[in-house]
């Protein structure tokens, strides 16, 4: 494995964090260890954390560091059973990785029709994306699209796949994306739509609002004053939590307002077109 996931704002999170020798750093998204291997190389002492096990395989041909597979909700309970009770900062980069998009078998991106409907970000997470749009209620659907993937048809969509599983149980990306295509038929709406309604039930399948907000409450614990703390969001409903949590008394924003990538970073790599950089400073 050559290749896992490009890492967005290398540089800004580097100096956002002002990473320094035998300073303490967890990597609570370890990812690839793009931002993890810029932090071992300023002498950080790092601590990387990830849900997704193939992340930590590829992580460990590229680090000689502990790696906990965990979700980074536990941060606060990993880290002070690891040692790093204080920290002198810590790196969320939320959403997927280009390895978990580009692979079929997880299912989480509906340029593979064939692939299982599936979405979990770790093999331990007991729903799959299939259970949900299978299972839940139409009302359910309803507020999932409609809060998570701020979608305006919701309510119809919700109501076509309550309709459609009747006949045929939807199993693969394929299947969700041929219900969604019968109410959206103009190409270049289907696929900003196919975007948010994969979202939304991904964030449900893997609970991710409510793992960031753990997150962060515990990483408030652990962080060091003068200690900071960058988080890369890809989408307003990450943002708005991130936002908020920096705006607490024990905080002070490093940026007052997100950061988002350059042109020469978004050429390089498409998928930074949507992430934000918010960077914080425990008091």
């Not at 753990?214 to 652990?222: E, M, P, Q």
């Not at 050429?267 to 077109?273: C, I, L, M, T, V």
Request: aromatic fraction near 6%; avoid cysteine.
């Amino acid at each position: 494995m050559s290749t896992f996931h490009t890492p967005v704002f290398l540089k800004e999170v580097i100096e956002g964090l002002k990473v320094k020798e035998g300073g303490k750093y967890i990597d609570a998204t370890i990812g690839g260890g793009g931002h993890g291997v810029e932090i071992v190389k300023r002498g950080g002492k790092l601590l990387g954390i990830d849900a997704d096990s193939d992340a930590l395989e590829f992580a460990k041909e590229k680090l000689e560091v502990k790696l906990i597979h965990r979700n980074f909700r536990d941060i606060e309970q990993i880290a002070k059973t690891n040692g790093f009770e204080k920290v002198d900062g810590i790196l969320f980069d939320l959403g997927v990785s280009s390895h978990q998009l580009d692979t079929p078998a997880r299912g989480f991106s509906y340029r593979f029709p064939d692939a299982p409907l599936d979405m979990r970000l770790s093999d331990t997470t007991s729903v799959t994306a299939s259970d949900i749009v299978n299972t839940y209620s139409e009302e359910e659907l309803y507020e999932i699209f409609a809060r998570f993937g701020e979608e305006q048809l919701a309510r119809p969509l919700a109501h076509a796949l309550v309709g459609a599983r009747h006949m045929k149980a939807i199993v693969t990306t394929g299947d969700l994306i041929n219900v969604i295509s019968r109410l959206v038929s103009d190409q270049n709406h289907l696929s900003a739509t196919l975007s948010r309604i994969f979202q939304a039930i991904r964030i449900v399948v893997n609970d991710e609002l409510g793992a960031l907000k753990a997150g962060l409450a515990g990483a408030a614990h652990i962080l060091q004053p003068g200690g900071r703390i960058a988080v890369i969001s890809f989408h307003s409903l990450e943002d708005r939590i991130v936002k908020q949590f920096l705006q607490g008394a024990s905080w002070t924003a490093v940026t007052k307002r997100p950061m988002v990538a350059s042109d020469d970073e978004v050429a390089r790599n498409p998928r930074a077109r949507s992430a934000k950089l918010r960077i914080g400073e425990r008091l």
